[in-house]
């Protein structure tokens, strides 16, 4: 699998590209050059299902269409660079289907690039490797990518992200960052993900939380660096949800949960779905959050 080809082009002085706009990738799947086209401002593929090429199309045909739904908002950013995408393969050797979510770090074309990279190669790779893996996977397609187009060191994407795949019994989530997933059972919205944070670290050593809060944004963990970590999530998840923090930090945990319940009291299905991704993020905007707020619902059965 190749991904090195024809990505967005950048001026050899290495000013930044500043189109973003429409993209032509090889298949994420097959690696066929120019086969994909996708707009990097919006979702990639119809309702953020990973864009492949004609003869990998057969692979995709599956249950999960109706199970999965994503809102993003780019709020008052010149970029949108948070990034969300799930692929399904019937036929892989470690999941049926993947689903990532990436936050690129900065308000910036490159960052927004790198996400969706990020969750492109990642939810391929998780069906067949497995979600740790597949993050280890995009960490070398990302420093294969700068490596090929000779960025400097100042100027290369990062982001934060996070991959979910199902297991025999139950899910995987494998993160680095401050992305969060969540799974929402029976009314209750219970955390999995820790976030990679300076703030998390001077909580566990004893800070207030009022010092501690200033430290939020100065992630850890990201594509670039640190150690990918993972946990479990039990099979009776019903819903799992995953967030940038444009939607996490402008939302108290019981404003998040009240925006699930009001959209799922009556059922989980595709409209229900999608009204409950669409509250979330209207919600952190209107609560005055000013980042690029994502969120990505998934019915599990
Ligand atoms: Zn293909």
């Known amino acids: 699998m ?3 080809t024809r990505y967005p082009t950048f001026d050899p002085a290495w000013k930044k590209h500043s189109t973003g706009g429409w993209y032509t990738i090889p298949c994420p799947v097959c690696g066929t050059p120019d086969a994909v086209t996708w707009n990097a401002r919006s979702l990639p593929g119809p309702a953020g299902r990973v864009p492949v090429c004609r003869e990998c199309l057969p692979a995709q ?4 269409s109706e ?3 994503v809102a993003v908002d780019q709020g008052p950013r010149m970029w949108n660079a948070d990034a969300a995408a799930w692929h399904a393969n019937p036929g892989a050797k470690v999941a049926p289907v993947a689903f990532a979510l990436a936050d690129g770090v900065g308000d910036d074309p490159e960052p927004q690039w790198i996400a969706q990279l990020a969750v492109l190669r990642v939810a391929v790779a998780a069906c067949h490797e497995g979600s740790v893996a597949a993050i280890e996977d995009a960490r070398r397609a990302r420093d294969e990518y700068y490596e090929t187009v000779g960025a400097p060191l100042s100027q290369r994407g990062d982001t934060v992200l996070a ?5 025999e019994r139950g899910y995987q989530a494998a993160w680095c960052g401050d992305v969060r997933v969540w799974a929402y059972t029976d009314g209750d919205l219970n955390q999995y993900t820790i976030d990679h944070t300076a703030e998390t670290e001077l909580l566990e050593a004893g800070e207030s939380p009022e010092m501690a809060a200033q430290y939020r944004n100065r ?3 990201c594509l ?3 150690d ?3 946990v479990f999530l039990g099979p009776d998840s019903d819903l799992i949800l995953l967030t940038s923090d444009g939607v996490h930090d402008a939302l108290t945990w019981a404003q998040m949960r009240q925006c699930m319940a009001e959209e799922l009291s009556k059922g989980t299905g595709a409209a229900a779905l999608r009204g409950a991704v669409q509250s979330l993020v209207r919600a952190a905007r209107a609560a005055g959050g000013r980042d690029n ?3 990505m619902l998934i019915r599990t059965s």
Do not use: K, N
């Open 61 to 64: 045909r599956d249950t999960w």
């Open 67 to 69: 199970r999965v739904a």
């Open 224 to 226: 670039s660096i640190g």
């Open 228 to 230: 990918v970590e993972s």
């Open 2 to 4: 190749s991904l090195q």
């Open 293 to 295: 707020a994502t969120a």
């Open 219 to 221: 992630v850890h963990r």
């Open 163 to 167: 991959v979910v795949t199902p297991l």
